[in-house]
């Protein structure tokens, strides 16, 4: 399996405060996404990258942003969070010409 | 929009039986698909995965069956045993694209009793 972890794995934060989860995979892959899970929706793509300061939006963008200066950091950051960003995050990541993407243990986060 | 759909939220049998989870997809041009397995507290793994070229994959249990004229994929898992209980979600992908990105379905529940 790919080494991609998340930090922090837990977080409960006020709303309104900004927020930034980190993904460091070690696998050298290419591409990096950034998932949220929520009942009822199952993974939905936030952003992801397809290599280094190359990134988009995905379905469910707004109120979000994602930098990726190294191939092996993706960063998710919440400009203001709200209640409604709570969820659970997952990040994943897939090698060039590959079609399984990897994913993190995921970050619960909190918004209160 | 959702471009892929699992439609049972939930489902129950009965340890050594078939599991039957279904995903149904809108986009004609996905072409390839996955399932993925998740425990409570763990990111989801890879299970098995079909190209559109092929109707039905094998990996010891877990057979994918692909229907491409119904839009419709089927994961069957047998025996089912109670290791199996988990989130299953399905996903779908264009090959052509040069993203990766992987569209996911809602996910079902499958608990397999003892």
């Known amino acids: 399996d790919a080494g991609i972890t998340q930090s922090p794995r837990h977080k409960v934060t006020e709303t309104g405060t900004p927020v930034t989860l980190r993904c460091h995979q070690t696998e050298n892959h290419r591409y990096m996404y950034w998932y949220r899970q929520d009942p009822g929706h199952g993974l939905r793509l936030i952003h992801y990258?397809?290599?280094?300061?190359?990134?988009d939006k995905g379905e469910v963008s707004d109120g979000y942003s994602v930098s990726r200066s190294k191939t092996e950091d993706f960063l998710l950051t919440l400009e203001s969070a709200t209640s409604s960003q709570t969820s659970v995050y997952f990040c994943?990541?897939?090698?060039?010409?590959?079609?399984?993407?990897?994913f993190g243990q995921g970050t619960r986060l909190t918004v209160v | 929009d959702q471009q892929v759909k699992q439609n049972s939220p939930s489902l129950s049998v009965q340890e050594g039986r078939i599991s039957i989870l279904n995903c149904d997809y809108t986009n004609s041009m996905f072409d390839y698909f996955l399932w993925y397995k998740k425990y409570p507290a763990e990111g989801p793994t890879f299970l098995i995965s079909i190209s559109s070229i092929k109707d039905k994959n094998e990996d010891g249990r877990f057979t994918v069956f692909l229907n491409k004229s119904a839009k419709h994929l089927s994961l069957h898992i047998v025996p089912s045993q109670p290791g199996d209980s988990a989130v299953y979600f399905c996903?779908?992908?264009?090959?052509?694209?040069?993203?990766?990105?992987?569209?996911f379905g809602q996910g079902t529940t499958l608990q397999v009793k003892p």
């Open positions: 996903a779908a992908s264009r090959g052509s694209s040069n993203t990766g990105k992987l569209i």
């Open positions: 990258s397809y290599g280094v300061k190359d990134t």
């Open positions: 994943a990541s897939l090698d060039r010409g590959d079609t399984e993407a990897f």
